[in-house]
């Protein structure tokens, strides 16, 4: 199709058409690489994401709850050596169960690994930044809103010294 273009533009005549060949070869061009880009970016994305997931499952500890893939849920009991864990599933009422597993069949659990604490770290310490913003934003603010009610206390102590005149009068 790009080829029946090209033979298209090209085929026109002169100079015109070989002015829009190159338009369209540096169109071509541009977007190759804009789609490289696009895979460059995502495949760092997908490593990262990858390497929290890795981290998570080292983190793992007995007490910590999981979610296998399979969909059980349980708490982990035991970390064996051999990157298995021994997980806890059922209640008191209905009976415990106990499955060991590879540790790699995890798809959920509360554990968190280096990186996503230091991630949340970094965003409680950004929100603390934006709510101090914020409160000397309003201190500011607040100065000139100060003197407001001041002067609105003046105009109802006015009234009422009208009621004590009225009431010495009687």
């Known amino acids: 199709m790009i080829l029946s ?26 977007v190759i690489v804009i789609f490289v880009a696009f895979m460059l970016l995502s495949g760092r994305k997908n490593k990262a994401r990858q390497q929290e997931y890795v981290e998570q499952l080292e983190a793992i500890r007995p007490g910590h709850k999981v979610k296998t893939a399979g969909g059980i849920c349980g708490i982990v009991v035991e970390v064996c050596d051999d990157n298995t864990v021994i997980i806890e599933t059922g209640s008191e009422n209905s009976g415990k169960s106990y499955i060991k597993m590879d540790k790699e069949l995890i798809a959920q659990t509360d554990a968190k690994g280096p990186t996503q604490i230091a991630r949340e770290e970094a965003e409680a310490k950004r929100k603390a930044e934006k709510e101090a913003k914020a409160a000397a934003k309003g201190k500011k603010s607040e100065a000139p809103a100060e003197a407001k009610p001041e002067e609105k206390p003046e105009t109802p102590a006015q009234p009422e010294s009208t009621d004590e005149a009225s009431e010495k009068k009687e």
């Open 5 to 30: 273009l090209l033979n298209s533009t090209t085929g026109t005549g002169g100079e015109g058409g070989n002015s829009s060949s190159t338009i369209m070869f540096i169109v071509i061009i541009a």
